[in-house]
């Protein structure tokens, strides 16, 4: 929230001086919970701990313990639980019918009035009327999001009219070294198949 409207001080015309008590939070030592600890939730972890964050995660199924002191990560096996801890919480997961509308009014309302959501996975994922009450009423402090449902949003959605949301173009992977790296792969899988061997990054093993 404050880089956006930070930066639209900083060029504004209108501008003649900078406050001094314009304040953000600390991401150092805050407790950032991970839902979703799959590869990507995991290097989301390793970049967390360079910023001496306390990581929390809740998971399907359990990291081996190995993996969970490299980044130094705690597990919960209860999401509710992460959510009433967390300063940050950030969703990582596959859209499926498990986690269709996985964080609504409920979870909202298990997080910190000093929480952040953050959402890289899929819009679905999020109750988004519920996202919009909690914002509106500060039941959480904020949200951010790369995802939403439908993409883009109606001009007119009231998410677009608050002032305590981040909300970019689904460009988590939009760099010229992922697009180029994403072109590749599927290069590869199409020749493994013509080639009749076996299929690198094959979704559905069998």
Request: glycine share 6%; proline share 5%.
């Amino acid at each position: 929230m404050y880089l956006h409207s930070g930066c639209q001080i900083a060029v504004s015309p209108d501008t003649k001086y900078f406050a001094v008590d314009w304040l953000g939070v600390e991401v150092t030592r805050a407790t950032l919970g991970i839902i979703g600890m799959g590869s990507i939730g995991y290097k989301v972890a390793q970049r967390a701990r360079a910023f001496d964050m306390r990581i929390l995660y809740h998971n399907r199924n359990r990291r081996r313990k190995e993996k969970e002191e490299a980044v130094g990560a705690h597990y919960c096996e209860k999401m509710e639980d992460l959510l009433q801890q967390s300063d940050f919480v950030m969703l990582v997961v596959n859209l499926t019918p498990e986690t269709h509308k996985l964080i609504g009014k409920k979870e909202l309302g298990l997080m910190k009035p000093t929480a952040t959501l953050i959402n890289i996975s899929r819009g679905a994922v999020i109750d988004q009327d519920a996202l919009v009450e909690a914002l509106q009423n500060k039941f959480i402090r904020a949200a951010a999001l790369d995802v939403t449902y439908p993409e883009p949003l109606p001009r007119d959605h009231p998410l677009l009219k608050l002032n305590n949301i981040i909300i970019t173009p689904h460009i988590g992977t939009a760099t010229v070294q992922a697009i180029r790296m994403m072109a590749e792969e599927a290069i590869t899988n199409m020749l493994a198949v013509l080639s009749g061997q076996p299929i690198p990054s094959e979704v559905f093993p069998k």
